[in-house]
Structure formats: structure tokens, C-alpha cells
């Protein structure tokens, strides 16, 4: 069965350091996104990707981070300047379609110390 | 804002017996409603969906119902299985994103 595939599983990093996360959606899917869950919480969405461009995006979604694909197979997350407060699980996930269901990740856990 | 939520943060259910798990929404223009599920460790897996035209949906050993004249969402899991522990989630699609609500967790009692 296809999936959505995540690596690193997990990253750790120095604040203030860039890192990127990244993502092979399934192969005929034409949406992406990405969302973050903090240790506990609501899945929280961040951005979402459609025809080489953002669809929407959340007010979490600053300018420090960014998402692109890169190639016909990756989606990667980008984030310029690490924080403590981004540390969290975050989730690629991908649909056939606009309103059709999401497929998601196993997710990265991301540290920043 | 407007926001998807659940009414119960945590449910114990014996082991054969049904489960139900509850969800409120408030956005009245979504239309489309998925429940999610997911394991300690792993990202979300689809369990089953629902669109606004229908109250009622089936799958295997699971049943949506969705109320739209209160915004209430429901999952039905029968004979639940110890592998059914889990955070269940249920989300709604609205404005091109799906947004999640807070999370059930089930504990199976055996």
C-alpha cells in the first residue's frame, strides 16, 4: 500500500539553527501538506501546497518557515531559525485531490535545545 | 475562531463492548468530516469519512453519524479490541484545510 513517507524520524538541533524536514508523498497525489502536534496536543496545521505554490497557510506558518518541491517526489519544510517553541512532532501528509482525505507521515520529532 | 472539538478527553470501554466517541463542530459551511486515529509514536490514520449530504456512514466494525442541525459528529467502533487504544480525532474540511479537534483517548479494558 503506498504511504507517505518522513525523514528524518528524528532531528535534533541548536537554536537559531536552519533545518529541514522532508517528505515523499504518495506518488499521485496532487495536494501536500504540513502539520505540527506539540507533546500532547490537537494535530495543528501549518501549510498547505498545491501547483508549486501555498495554498493556505496558519498564523504559525511565519516567515521563518518555507516549503518546497524541490523534484517530482520530495516536499521539504523549512525552517530558517529554530526556536524552543517548535519543538514538536511534525507531520507531512498528502490527498488525490482538494477535499479528499489526507494520508499522513509517521511524522519527525524535531528537538531544538 | 471557529474550531473542531470533542466533547471527552479520555473514554475506558471494556474489551467486546461498543465504543462512542463524540465530536462538536462549529464551522457550519464545512463539508466534509474525517475521523482519524492514531497510535502512540505514529502519524494519524484514516479511519473513515463523511460529506455533509449524508448522516450516515459505514465501515468495517466502524459508523460515523453526523447531525448536522447541531453540529455534532460521532464515531461508533462495536466490539472493541484492544488494539483500538488509541487518540482519536475527528477533523473537518473547510476552506481548503482540514482542521483537527483535541483528541479522545480510548483505553481498552481487558
Known amino acids: 500500500e503506498p504511504e507517505v513517507t518522513q525523514t528524518p524520524s528524528h532531528q535534533v538541533t541548536q537554536m537559531g539553527q536552519e533545518v529541514i524536514l522532508r517528505c515523499v508523498p504518495i506518488?499521485?497525489?496532487?495536494?501536500f501538506y504540513w502539520y505540527r502536534q506539540i507533546l500532547g496536543q490537537k494535530v495543528e496545521f501549518l501549510v498547505s501546497?498545491?501547483?508549486?505554490?501555498?495554498?493556505?497557510k496558519s498564523e504559525i506558518f511565519d516567515d521563518q518557515f518555507s516549503v518546497e518541491r524541490p523534484d517530482g517526489s520530495n516536499f521539504t519544510l523549512k525552517i530558517r531559525s529554530t526556536k524552543l517553541e517548535d519543538s514538536a512532532m511534525y507531520f507531512c501528509a498528502s490527498s488525490e485531490g482538494g477535499g479528499e482525505k489526507l494520508f499522513f507521515g509517521s511524522g519527525t520529532q524535531l528537538s531544538v535545545l | 475562531g471557529e474550531s473542531v472539538g470533542l466533547h471527552l478527553p479520555t473514554l475506558s470501554v471494556q474489551e467486546g463492548d461498543n465504543s462512542i466517541i463524540n465530536c462538536a463542530y462549529s464551522n457550519s459551511a464545512s463539508d466534509y468530516f474525517i475521523w482519524y486515529k492514531q497510535e502512540s509514536g505514529k502519524g494519524p490514520q484514516f479511519i473513515i469519512d463523511i460529506r455533509s449530504n449524508m448522516d450516515k456512514r459505514q465501515g468495517q466494525r466502524v459508523t460515523v453519524l453526523l447531525n448536522k442541525t447541531v453540529k455534532h459528529l460521532s464515531l461508533q467502533i462495536a466490539a472493541t479490541q484492544p488494539g483500538d487504544s488509541a487518540v482519536y480525532f475527528c477533523?473537518?474540511?473547510?476552506?481548503?484545510?482540514?482542521?483537527f479537534g483535541a483528541g479522545t483517548t480510548v483505553t481498552v479494558r481487558a
Open positions: 477533523a473537518e474540511f473547510y476552506d481548503y484545510k482540514l482542521s
Open positions: 501546497f498545491y501547483n508549486n505554490e501555498i495554498s493556505e
Open positions: 506518488s499521485n497525489h496532487l495536494y
